[in-house]
């Protein structure tokens, strides 16, 4: 057994609890007040229809069915997508058995890190970028599940990626100790134990790329960066989840993106609803804007009530006839994953003053 000072003890049990400690906090605090709140958005009748007939799963109304029952039955079916859907990401067996996997490597390498400071190292002339690229990867770990638990964005993952991460914090330490000088060997083994595992990927793809047949990085098309709101931050969430072009972004399914991440509802139908009119109309979106055409609900809803040269408006832009517009707004119209975007949009439309 390790001989340390008790103060060394304590700070190894301390930052070792921190992880358990805070997931279980996620499970039974934050969490369920989140997926309540989405599970209240999705039963609104008008979405609760439209989302079922998204997934297929969308029953005909019974003869002689009365409206009540037919809105139980549409319940209970999507409380068989709802919960499955987080059986799939969020039970608890998953975030134990993460949670556990996670806390047991970063309370070791907590104790790696106490022994080397207080001089009782488990073994001598431990390379210096090492102990750095593990202190990298520690300071990553509980930054990481603090920030997820803040932000409501702590799933099951995440604790795989604190695990994966003291893998490359290894990698870093020792690689880093052959390429460098020990002075610049320690500094960038504990900047790059802290960088997004993303990023380094993409930084290492650029710059092997001219090197390495098929290693340049392939953007998606169309491309994310397009829509408004969008920052590299929040498009490599979205990568992370699979979202890598407009299209994948306005076809996906609202409540998966939810229940995966900590997006605003609002905020993210906003994404999809702009994706939407640009896979048909692509950049020539930004001169449709200052008309009143942000996205493709505003384009829908003149399928209803068309304002007095709007048509013609449009058309000048695009470049098309008056019936092209047109049928196009139609096709926007009838589209039933469009509808299910303009139905949740309208939970948070404010009502006009009278």
Known sequence: ?????????????????????????????RLPGWQRQLYNLFTVEGILSRYLAMRGRLPKMERGESRQAFVQRLKEEFDQVFWGELAQEYSTSR?????????????????????????VPFRENTPLPLVYAVLGAVFWALWSVTRGYTRTDLTPSTFYWVVFRYVLAVAYGLLGGEIFTESWAKFVAFVAATLPVGEAIRLMRVRLGGV???????????????????????????????????????????????????????????WMDQAFIYNYIGEKISELRPRGIRGAIEMASLYEQDEDGVLGSIAGVLGLKDEDVKNLIRSLYLDNHLRLIWEIWGVFEEEPQK
């Open 1 to 29: 057994m390790i001989q340390l000072p008790l103060f060394a003890w304590v700070l190894t049990i301390v930052g070792g609890l921190l992880l358990p400690i805070v997931s279980a906090a996620y499970v039974c605090l």
């Open 95 to 119: 975030y134990v058995i993460a949670g556990v996997l996670a806390s047991v490597v970063t309370t070791m390498a907590i104790t790696f890190l106490v022994a080397e400071g207080f001089g």
């Open 212 to 270: 390495v047949k098929g290693w340049s990085p392939v953007e998606g098309h169309p491309k994310l960066r397009e829509i408004q709101g969008l920052d590299p931050s929040t498009i490599e969430k979205l990568e992370e989840l699979g979202v890598h072009t407009t299209q994948e972004l306005a076809f996906s399914d609202p409540l998966v993106l939810l229940l995966r991440s900590n997006f605003s509802p609002k905020i993210l139908i906003d």
